[in-house]
């Protein structure tokens, strides 16, 4: 029951944010929102990684939790590209109009924004482990963030006018979110092999699907700071990684729903660009309702499994 009104006052933030930018209209307050929405999630970042720093004997453990996200993650991307595979046999034919483009530049400058954030956070673990500076820390401060942020998402969806009508025309629309999220399970399944944690931690992990923003939040939010942590890293090595691989699977000919596939969530906002690139632009309209629905399941998914 306490799971069902969280996840209650998640999406009523959500809901509350898609409202309001209704009723103000699609157009108003959309460059102020995509600033404030950043704003809200660096600060919540840095206060994940404060958040993080005052778990007891957290030094010693920070260098096993990289290695561990960096095995979660190959895991899990290794998850979604066999399920692609699979899905191919079915999925080829509605794939056989779709050109791909040749000789994709991968620009490092796509990193900085993940090299960013791993500073914020990184900044707040060690400001809280080496300075008194956050005695009076409330992990408080978290879940109200968590919804502000969650509420300009709700706003942010409006404002990119996301419309979930073409899942009516395709079964694309359905079949590729299903194959990313039971590929990044089924990755997740062998992460109890590589790592301490347990069957159901490694699927809370994993849940975020690309999504760092929230997932780390969402954990640390359920009382769990350093699986918050390892969340977050796993989630922004995702996206890392497919600003690599999505290109990489163009230029040697796999089929749309691979790269949709990895990207995550991502696919309806920080790799849309690379996905338009890489393939064509009649890939956009599956990049975008695949990634807003894996985006309204993150919310849901993660806490079932905490």
């Avoid at 969806?157 to 996301?162: E, I, N, S, Y």
Wanted: aromatic letters at 12%; proline letters at 5%.
């Amino acid at each position: 029951m306490q799971t069902l009104w969280y996840l209650f006052r998640l999406f009523l933030c959500l809901a509350l944010g898609a409202g309001i930018a209704k009723i103000a209209g699609k157009d108003s307050f959309h460059r102020p929102v995509e600033k404030i929405l950043d704003g809200v999630l660096y600060v919540l970042l840095f206060f994940m990684g404060v958040n993080t720093g005052q778990v007891e004997g957290i030094q010693q453990e920070l260098a096993s939790m990289g290695l561990q996200a960096l095995l979660a993650t190959i895991l899990t991307l290794a998850g979604s590209l066999l399920v692609s595979r699979l899905g191919s046999l079915f999925l080829a034919k509605y794939f056989s109009r779709l050109k791909q483009h040749k000789n994709i530049d991968i620009s490092w400058n796509r990193l900085k924004t993940p090299l960013l954030l791993i500073l914020i956070v990184s900044t707040g673990i060690m400001m809280s482990m080496l300075t008194a500076w956050f005695d009076w820390y409330d992990p408080f401060i978290v879940t109200i963030l968590l919804y502000l942020l969650l509420f300009f998402v709700g706003m942010q969806m409006v404002f990119h006018r996301v419309n979930l009508l073409p899942l009516l025309k395709s079964p694309l629309m359905v079949a590729v979110p299903l194959i990313t999220v039971l590929g990044t399970y089924i990755g997740a399944l062998a992460i109890p092999l590589v790592s301490s944690y347990t069957i159901k931690e490694s699927m809370a992990l994993a849940s975020g699907f690309g999504w760092y923003s929230l997932s780390g939040i969402l954990i640390s939010d359920l009382g769990y700071p350093q699986l918050g942590a390892v969340s977050f890293m796993i989630n922004l090595l995702r996206e890392a990684f497919s600003f690599f691989l999505i290109p990489a699977l163009a230029a040697l000919g796999a089929k749309p729903h691979y790269a949709v596939s990895i990207a995550g969530a991502t696919s309806m906002d920080v790799t849309l660009p690379l996905l338009k690139k890489s393939y064509s632009d009649e890939v956009v309209p599956l990049a975008i309702v695949h990634g807003s629905l894996i985006t309204l399941l993150v919310p849901f998914l993660i806490p079932l499994w905490i």
